[in-house]
């Protein structure tokens, strides 16, 4: 028996054969999946593919109708706010499509020092954030990868005022088993990698040099994050580069794996579009563009088939499709966002000679805020479950019976009420507080009593109040 190539999880002639075999739609099928999906047990892939090719108004409506069924039933009306700090843009690899290529000769190249970092983080605490996605290029100063852990180490240790970040995420290069066991010992909360494309001879032509050029170890990253502890890993793609048809059933082949050798998938899926960036003619022009309508069915796809993993949706979109997303899925976005290093400095401008792409949505984090809380959606910073140890398979096992809920929704509305006594204009103040006090009056008993009593703590003063 021969050795085993790594990534070989990712099984090219079956996605192909699915593809074929569901190229034409069914409508009954199409039914028996979404009446399945319905029940929150989560599709196979094959249900997944027998999705894809529906274009009917009257079968999409449905499809979209099941995921907002869905969405609402495992999320209710929370929705997650975060905020990514780049702290550089050096980068080691020729990457086609972004700005950060090694190439590039167009972007101005930056490093940020602990002192910056220190003052990106007061900013965004300032701002009313708690939770923090560090970025970085894949290269890193003369320190190594001891920079991205002295950086962690910075983001925690800021304080100002009542706030505070108390979760640093990462989406940094893949890393070795040791690396990948000190980035657990620091407290990372969920590491994020991006597979870009799971198309071999696509991810040949668009990698050309650097580490990333070595697909097999890119896509066993998660593998050794795993055997070194970190259950909480967050997947994507970056949608545009190949078929989106194909994309999304090589990454739920990725998480069939993760869950096999594991015992759990990803905590969270990404689904970014290519957008324009300095010095790439290819983000300029994607090889396989993904249309609006083709990306509310990924979304709306990826809700029905793992009902219980987060969906984010970064800035790169706009306001208008952000908001239509909420219903199909999409469970966790980032708010007043910055991609280049120093973006939320004084300056408090997106360099676009500095950064990885542009932006979508340009608004600042409170209406950001107030947008989601006019749609009776409540903005969630909750970290509450990173530090109770609910992460990877424990989060799942409470998630899978419905039981997060009791933890998930009254963590939201304490986060939330801090953001409005703590950070909000008047106007977002005055739309949060008649959400919660709609929402509480229309709870049932028992959780209007934890809801508000949570609430009133922290209008009293106290503040990470968590369950």
Sequence with gaps: MGERVPGDFIDDARIEQTLRDTRRPDSGRVREVLAKAKTLCGLTIDEAAALMPVSDPALLGEMFDAANHVKNAIYGRRIVIFAPLYISNLCSNECLYCAFRVRNK???????????????TRILVEQGH??????????????????????????????????????????????????????????????????????????????????????????????????????????????????WNYEVLAMLQHIRHLEQEFGVGPHTISVPRIEPAVGSNMAEHPPAAVSDIDFRKIVAILRLTVPYTGIIMSTRETANLRRELFALGVSQISGGSRTNPGGYSEEGLQEDNEAQFSLGDQRSLDDVIQDVARLGLVPSFCTGCYRLGR???????????????????????????????????????????ALIAQAIGEMEPDEARLVGGMVEKVRAGGRDVYC
């Design 106 to 120: 167009e972007v101005r190249r930056r490093a940020l020092t602990q002192e910056e970092i220190a003052r990106e």
């Design 130 to 243: 708690k939770r923090i996605l560090l970025v970085a290029g894949e290269a890193y100063p003369e320190q190594g990868f001891s920079y991205v852990l002295d950086s962690i180490r910075t983001i925690y240790s800021v304080k100002s005022g009542p706030g505070e970040i108390r979760r640093v995420n990462a989406n940094i290069a893949p890393l070795t088993l040791d690396e990948f066991k000190q980035l657990k010992e620091v407290g990372i909360g969920t590491y994020q990698l991006f597979q870009e494309t799971y198309h071999r001879d696509t991810y040949r032509r668009v990698h050309l040099a650097g580490r990333k050029v070595d697909y097999g170890w890119r896509v066993t990253a998660f593998d050794r994050a795993m055997q070194q502890g970190i259950d909480d890993v967050g997947i994507g793609v970056l949608f545009g580069l190949f078929s």
């Design 391 to 433: 992460t990877g398979k424990d989060f799942m096992d409470l998630a899978k019976p419905g039981e997060i809920r009791h933890h998930c929704d009254p963590n939201a509305f304490s986060t939330f009420t801090e953001y409005l006594q703590d950070y909000a204009s008047p106007e977002t103040k005055a739309v949060g507080d």
